[in-house]
T-cell receptor, first 116, second 115 residues
Framework: AQKITQTQPGMFVQEKEAVTLDCTYD???????LFWYKQPSSGEMIFLIY??????QNATEGRYSLNFQKARKSANLVISASQLGDSAMYFC?????????????FGAGTILRVKS | NAGVTQTPKFQVLKTGQSMTLQCAQD?????MSWYRQDPGMGLRLIHY???????DQGEVPNGYNVSRSTTEDFPLRLLSAAPSQTSVYFC??????????????FGSGTQLSVL
């Protein structure tokens, strides 16, 4: 079974609008971490946001927030007030447990295009 | 700080050649790892290390070797390159989970082509 599923291969959003990128995960470990990364066309991997499984509050970092629904095993990324520079590939990733360091499993990614 | 430094940025090999991709970090991170990125498949873990002298296999380790003699360096060796190893390779590092490891830092990547 896929550990991380990103069901949206591509998304379009109008500039200044909000967009939600979906991510579901599969684990039986009670301790895990969820990450989102942005990969622009230049290729670098840019860290956006992190959510721990025991965190009570949804994580936020500027215009990025993570909608963490533990019972549904979903960790959707919400980008508010989209900008043209948000056009990129977005990856969701998960770390299971802590004993193996930050051994992340990545989803296949979602390409986001912001329209002016 | 330089962060995570990977060299080279681009490399072309012939089938059967060997080479080493270099990775160094200056953040005193215990955890280091190598990923490969193929089109449409996201990133897959090749090898990882939780400290000097400790390495382990990830999801796709065949054809690759690693060693971790220092905290700073984590080279990836291709033993006998094959066209299936054509990919973009990323090195990444972080503190351990629970000790500041809520962010995995990536290098800028190496584009490798095997002919």
């Amino acid at each position: 079974a896929q550990k991380i599923t990103q069901t949206q291969p591509g998304m379009f959003v109008q500039e200044k609008e909000a967009v939600t990128l979906d991510c579901t995960y599969d684990t039986s470990d009670p301790s895990y971490g969820l990450f989102w990364y942005k990969q622009p066309s230049s290729g670098e991997m840019i860290f956006l946001i992190y959510q721990g499984s025991y965190d009570q509050q949804n994580a936020t970092e500027g215009r990025y927030s993570l909608n963490f629904q533990k019972a549904r095993k979903s960790a959707n990324l919400v980008i508010s007030a989209s900008q043209l520079g948000d056009s990129a590939m977005y990856f969701c990733a998960m770390r299971e447990g802590e004993e193996y360091g930050n051994k992340l499993v990545f989803g296949a990614g979602t390409i986001l295009r912001v329209k002016s | 700080n330089a962060g995570v430094t990977q060299t080279p940025k681009f490399q072309v090999l012939k089938t059967g050649q060997s080479m080493t991709l270099q990775c160094a970090q200056d953040m005193n991170h215990e955890y280091m790892s190598w990923y490969r990125q193929d089109p449409g498949m996201g990133l897959r873990l090749i090898h990882y290390s939780v400290g000097a002298g400790i390495t382990d296999q990830g999801e796709v380790p065949n054809g690759y070797n690693v060693s971790r003699s220092t905290t700073e360096d984590f080279p990836l060796r291709l033993l006998s390159a094959a066209p299936s190893q054509t990919s973009v390779y990323f090195c990444a590092s972080s503190f351990l989970p629970g000790q500041g490891g809520e962010k995995l830092f990536f290098g800028s990547g190496t584009q490798l082509s095997v002919l």
